[in-house]
């Protein structure tokens, strides 16, 4: 394995993050702490506990989430979209670096900046609400598959895309709306029985249910089950990846 090669695109794409420190870390945050100030401390305090949790701490994981998804997107899909976008790609795929080793440097660094933004997510969440996490293990668990996972798929949707406007619709218009009505904001148990089963179609509520559990010990799914998912998806994503170099698909174009 190429060591040198893989290093080489990890260090250039996280000096890039550094580079744009305010859009790629500050903005996120300030987001996500916006959310923290109106849902947790305006109108959390007027809203009754979920199982005995108080609402502004039970929807830190969900916002942690929804930060971790669109931004382990974005980093992975701007990543190996640019140099397409500039031809710089067939330099790379001239080079002796195998596909395997580009995944890895190009993930790697999505993934790095998004546990790196989850992390800072969640102790900027402990100045606005009381919060506590009765399994940190299990949480960087969750944080680190989830953060690999769909660095994978902002891969996908990187090599898929043929302008900027195509790196914006699935964060915008599946994975946003999937992550808000995936349990984020609430517990799943609260809606009727048939939505509830509806709900269950949706894979982010697995990845929210999970990491919830791993904060307060409960979870609208088995924490066994929410696991299973995160890596079957992972494993989906890894396959496709897999496909798009075997083929070469949209990579020539």
């Known amino acids: 394995m190429n060591i040198h090669a893989i290093r080489a695109i990890y260090l250039f794409e996280m000096a890039r993050t550094w580079r744009t420190l305010l859009q790629s870390i500050v903005a996120p945050v300030i987001s996500t702490a916006l959310y923290f100030v109106v849902f947790g401390s305006a109108i959390g305090s007027r809203m009754t506990d979920i199982d005995g949790v108080a609402y502004g701490a039970f ?4 916002l942690i989430m929804l930060s971790l998804l669109t931004q382990s997107i974005s980093n992975a899909s701007f990543g ?3 140099p397409k976008f500039t031809g710089t790609i067939y330099e790379l795929l001239s080079a002796p670096i195998s596909a395997v080793e580009i995944t ?7 993934a790095t900046k998004s546990i790196l933004l989850g992390l800072i997510i969640l102790a900027t969440a402990a100045l606005f609400v009381p919060l506590r996490v009765e399994h940190p293990g299990f949480m960087l ?7 690999v996972t769909f660095s994978l798929f902002g891969f996908i949707i990187g090599i898929w895309a043929e302008g900027f406007e195509k790196l914006q619709i699935v964060p915008l218009l599946v994975v946003t709306p999937l992550t808000f009505l995936g349990g984020s904001f609430y517990s799943i148990s609260m809606l ?3 939505w509830q089963k509806v709900t269950l179609f949706n894979p982010v509520v697995y990845l929210v249910s999970g990491f919830r559990w791993s904060f307060f010990g409960q979870s609208d799914v ?3 089950v929410s696991l299973a998912m995160t890596v079957a998806i992972m494993i989906a994503c ?3 990846i897999a496909w798009i170099f075997r083929t070469g698909w949209r990579i020539k174009n």
């Open 192 to 194: 009727p029985p048939f």
């Open 238 to 240: 890894i396959a496709a």
């Open 222 to 224: 088995g924490v066994a």
């Open 141 to 147: 668990l969750f944080l680190v598959l989830t953060s």
């Open 59 to 62: 929807i830190v994981p969900g």
């Open 80 to 82: 190996i979209y640019f």
């Open 104 to 110: 890895l440097a190009y993930v790697g660094a999505a």
